[in-house]
């Protein structure tokens, strides 16, 4: 069924042909076990998880709206709630608080005009957990883009690009 | 202990040109060990797995080759083989550079347990923040799918093996096996009682084994060189060499392949691995196993990175993730950011972990900020003795040993540096400096 309160034709089309090749990964008869995919795929087209959409991966998947909800949910990488341009999520867990994440934080904290948990049309600022980049710390992530061995001058430059 | 120089095996590949990709892993020797396996068969390989002495490098050191020998062969369910690519755990990140650097590693490894346990559907479950290492490793997956590795026919034999790369969505828990199980069946990550174990009752509710990605980039060295050779690299009990990751306060973080001998010491210490301490700064304490493992104090770390040595001291070889900690570091600070992670990360099914790691956060954040109460030092020892007893490791009061994880260092911290937690009691305040943005800064790295 197509949905054009939701998706543009191109995006329709997108979502059709990639939850297919998603769902032939899986036995025929655990549509659902392609939730993680399912919902990562809609995030990908739309930013985030729209309440239409999750209803629509809920028929796909033939299962109920409220698993759908369950999962999107307990995941921090879903967004339910429409975040800003840029998910901003900083690592401040200890390898990288002992290499100076804490003072990454309040530096974009100020830069931003946001405290972590914080959001606004451009940034939504995030603390996260531990992201196994302790080696080349301190690290944030972008939108699942990933920056480490980060300084005041590389942020700089990173916040420069985020327009 | 052998005098021969250290080969590296894992790592050994790493910065050579083209390494993750299938010619350059075919040219230094890749996919011998696959087609060896195969003319073995596959009770052959079980046993070599079970004689090399290989354990299992996620966290827990389980021994690999009785893991797979659980699995019922008679079974007429399928069988899957579910890898463990999660690494979520804190200070660890030895998988990430395994799939970045060399995914045909991993990939032989899939194919050859495979083929041991008669699996045809392989899931290979990575972190969710783990996008570019998916890349990589889809378009390793597709050159060995494209060269008749995988797919229809395993290298021209009459096996069919599938396998598939799935993104979790950030959440720690589904590194806990059954719950990683729970999210490759599209739920959210709540841990499954046990028994019945996976391999027995896995995936889809079929026999399924579960192995971390080192454990697999492993078994390719144990068949081509053989399970005695393997064995015999490392100490009774553990074979081979292990992979693990450096941070905090030391000149070199780093992920290092080392022999099985090398102590916390020499890791940190060694020119060939962290080259010392940054300038004017001791060793104060080191976490030697992620930071679920109890904390050394700086006069503990003459213990080898090994599965016994650590167990010996009450302790675990974990997931390899080693956390260094110089003589500026606050200890409640530090802990207070274990602890917060346990919170956040704690999947909420049982009560003594999903009010124990808030509750012990609440009190830990409160002596740091200078609100700490006379008493508050037994009742966080009180509070994590609720969640799970200590020592020995493993007697957690919950359904998985996330419990455990968020105790062990709680009650490591506290009794180790006790005078510590006091001192911030007694003075209403952190006797480092209120709001310590300052920490972590030090002139060899770091964000100042
Ligand atoms: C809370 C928790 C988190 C875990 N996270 C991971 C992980 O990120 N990666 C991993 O390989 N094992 C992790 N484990 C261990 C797995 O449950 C399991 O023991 C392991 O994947 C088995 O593989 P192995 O035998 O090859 O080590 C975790 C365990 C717990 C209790
Ligand atoms: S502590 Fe920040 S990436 Fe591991």
Not at chain 2, 201 to 206: E, I, P, R, T
Request: aromatic share 8%.
């Amino acid at each position: 069924m197509a949905n054009e309160a939701l998706f543009t034709p191109a995006e329709q089309m997108k979502f059709d042909q990639e939850l297919s090749e998603i769902l032939s990964h899986y036995p025929a008869d655990r549509k659902s076990a392609a939730m993680l995919p399912a919902l990562r795929l809609l995030q990908s087209i739309k930013g985030w998880l729209p309440p239409e959409g999750m209803t629509l991966v809920a028929e796909r998947l033939e299962t109920s709206v409220a698993r759908v909800y369950e999962v999107a949910t307990f995941y921090v990488m879903f967004h339910t709630k429409k975040p800003g341009k840029y998910t901003i999520d900083v690592c401040t867990n200890l390898s990288c608080s002992l290499r100076g994440a804490e003072s990454l934080l309040a530096y974009l904290e100020k830069k931003l005009g946001l405290r972590a948990g914080e959001m606004n049309e451009m940034f939504y600022l995030r603390e996260t957990e531990c992201l196994a980049s302790c080696g080349t710390a301190p690290c944030l992530q972008v939108n699942e883009e990933h920056y480490e061995n980060l300084t005041r001058e590389s942020v700089d430059e990173l916040l420069g690009k985020l327009t | 202990m052998s005098t021969t120089p250290f080969e590296k095996l894992i790592t050994r590949n790493w910065g050579k040109p083209g390494s993750h990709t299938l010619d350059g892993y075919k040219k230094n020797g890749g996919y011998k060990a696959l087609e060896k396996a195969l003319e073995m068969g596959p009770a052959a390989i079980i046993d070599a797995v079970k004689k090399s002495n290989l354990r299992g490098r996620g966290g827990a050191g389980f021994p690999t080759g009785m893991k797979w020998s659980f699995v019922p062969r008679d079974s007429p369910k399928p069988k899957y083989l579910a890898v463990n690519g999660d690494e979520s755990e804190p200070g660890t990140f030895k998988d990430r550079y395994i799939l970045e650097n060399d995914p045909h590693m991993m990939l032989e490894g899939i194919a050859i347990a495979s083929y041991a346990l008669d699996v045809h559907t392989c899931y290979v479950y990575l972190r969710g923040e783990f996008k570019k290492q998916a890349e990589i490793l889809q378009k390793a997956l597709d050159e060995a799918y494209q060269a008749g590795i995988f797919g229809k026919k395993l290298l021209g034999r009459d096996y069919p093996l599938d396998c598939y790369v799935v993104r979790g969505a950030g959440a720690y828990i589904c590194g806990e096996e059954t719950a990683l199980l729970e999210s490759l069946e599209g739920k959210k990550g709540w841990p499954r009682l046990k028994p019945p174990f996976p391999a027995v009752v896995g995936l889809f509710g079929c026999p399924t084994v579960v192995n971390n990605v080192e454990t697999l980039a492993s078994v390719p060295h144990v068949i081509e060189r053989g399970a005695e050779w393997y064995a015999k690299l490392g100490p009774e009990r553990s074979g081979g060499t292990r992979v693990v990751c450096l941070s905090g306060s030391v000149n070199r973080p780093g992920v290092y392949e080392i022999p099985l001998h090398v102590t916390v010491r020499e890791l940190i210490e060694s020119p060939q691995y962290g080259q010392g301490m940054p300038p004017g700064r001791k060793v104060k304490a080191v976490i030697p196993g992620g930071s679920s493992a109890p904390v050394l104090s700086g006069d503990e770390i003459d213990v080898a990175l090994e599965f016994e040595a650590l167990k010996n001291v009450q302790n675990m070889a974990g997931s390899g993730g080693v956390i260094v900690m110089d003589d500026q570091t606050c200890m409640v600070r530090a802990l207070w950011r274990v602890a917060r992670f346990y919170a956040e990360e704690s999947c909420g099914q049982c009560t003594p972990c999903r009010e124990g790691t808030a509750w012990q956060t609440r009190i830990i954040r409160a002596i740091e900020e200078g609100r700490g109460q006379p008493g508050d030092v037994e009742k966080l020892l009180n509070v994590v003795q609720a969640i799970a007893p200590y020592p020995p490791i493993g007697l957690g009061n919950t359904i998985c040993a996330l419990g455990d994880a968020a105790a062990l260092p709680t009650h490591s911290f506290v009794t180790k540096f006790r005078a510590e937690f006091e001192a911030h009691i007694q003075e209403k305040r952190c006797p480092f400096g209120a709001g310590h943005h300052g920490w972590g800064h030090f002139g060899s790295g770091g964000f100042a």
